[in-house]
C-alpha cells in the first residue's frame, strides 16, 4: 500500500501558506503541475485547492482498485453462502 504525506498550513493573518507533499506519484504531480499552469499567476492559487487537487487525483487512481476489492468481497461473500 502506498503511503501519501499531505501537509497544509495557513496562518490566521493569510500571508503565505506552507504546503508540503510527498509520495503522491506521478498522476498526481501531472494534475497539481496542469493545475497551476492553468492559473494566470501565483496570485490566482488558492491555498486548500492544493491539497484538493492532490487528493482528487489520488482517489482517482485508486478507484481500480478499490472497484476491483468490492468485486472480491461480493464474490467472498457469494462462496460463504
Given amino acids: 500500500m502506498r503511503q501519501v504525506l ?5 496562518p490566521s493573518d493569510l500571508s503565505a501558506a506552507t504546503v508540503i507533499f510527498a509520495g ?6 501531472r494534475s497539481l503541475r496542469d493545475y497551476i499552469l492553468y492559473q494566470e499567476s501565483m496570485k490566482h ?5 492544493i491539497p484538493l487537487v492532490l487528493l ?3 482517489i482517482a487512481s485508486w478507484r481500480p ?10 464474490a467472498q461473500v457469494g ?3
Fill in 65 to 74: 482498485y478499490i472497484t476491483y476489492l468490492s468485486e472480491e468481497v461480493t
Fill in 56 to 58: 482528487t487525483s489520488i
Fill in 24 to 29: 503522491i506519484g506521478k498522476a498526481a504531480e
Fill in 79 to 81: 462462496y460463504a453462502n
Fill in 45 to 49: 492559487i488558492k491555498t486548500w485547492e
Fill in 6 to 10: 499531505i501537509y497544509h498550513q495557513l
